[in-house]
């Protein structure tokens, strides 16, 4: 069965780098979830969206955006990278009027440095 | 917002034996609450989930149970085995989905040889 893609699946940037993470929901998902998890922590909820419109922002600083296309891959942009941006950022989808069962992508480990 | 507390933070036990894990929520509105198994580095990977509606599920070796009244619920394992060894988080969903999960800080099992 097709699962969440995303891409890359390892990221080294340098401090006031930017980063773009890619992520393609399971087929017929219409929701997508951005989290991000750091070193021994659970995964903080950043942004979601729903039928490629903004659903709701969790912890999402500022110098992070994203975006969901009309063929529902979404894509989080991070600017002015801060060493403290360095963690596992998952992606996950789910059928909301099916049920909210979320499935998660195998992650990008972001390293700044 | 939702809250969820999560205890033990680690698990020791011995294989054969059983492992149990506690998680309360805030939100009476959380109708939701999926347990998630994650190795390290990896995905979170959903294990079993309950609705509100539903006092007890199982799956093999896997039950979960859920007291609305208390805003509790449990993930019991039965006949460890060493390969359970993980990370094990709760987690719960409200606001019809919009803002994805909120998930407790994570239990570490250790299965004992």
């Known amino acids: 069965a097709a699962g969440v893609i995303q891409s890359p699946r390892h990221l080294i940037k340098e401090k006031r780098e930017t980063a773009t993470l890619k992520c393609y929901p399971i087929?017929?998902?219409?929701?997508v979830y951005w989290y991000q998890q750091g070193p021994g922590q659970d995964p903080q909820f950043l942004i979601s969206?729903?039928?490629?419109?903004?659903?709701d922002k969790g912890s999402i600083p500022d110098r992070f955006s994203a975006q969901q296309f009309s063929d529902y891959h979404s894509e989080l942009n991070m600017s002015s990278l801060e060493l403290g941006d360095s963690a596992l950022y998952f992606c996950?989808?789910?059928?909301?009027?099916?049920?909210?069962?979320?499935?998660f992508g195998s992650g990008t480990q972001l390293s700044v440095l | 917002g939702e809250n969820v507390e999560q205890h033990p933070s680690t698990l020791s036990v011995q294989e054969g034996d059983s492992a149990v894990i506690k998680c309360t929520y805030s939100?009476?509105?959380?109708?939701?609450f999926p347990w998630y198994k994650q190795e390290l580095g990896k995905r979170p990977q959903l294990i079993i989930d309950?609705?509100?509606?539903?006092g007890e599920k199982k799956d093999q070796r896997i039950a979960v149970t859920l007291n609305k009244t208390a805003k509790h619920f449990s993930l019991h394992i039965t006949e460890t085995q060493p390969e359970d060894s993980a990370v094990y988080f709760c987690?719960?969903?409200?606001?019809?989905?919009?803002?994805?999960?909120?998930f407790g800080k994570g239990t570490h099992l250790i299965i004992q040889p």
């Open positions: 996950a989808s789910s059928s909301r009027d099916r049920g909210e069962k979320l499935f």
């Open positions: 087929p017929r998902h219409d929701t």
């Open positions: 969206f729903y039928e490629k419109m903004q659903s």
């Open positions: 939100d009476s509105a959380s109708n939701y």
């Open positions: 309950i609705r509100s509606n539903v």
């Open positions: 987690a719960s969903i409200s606001n019809g989905g919009a803002d994805g999960l909120t």
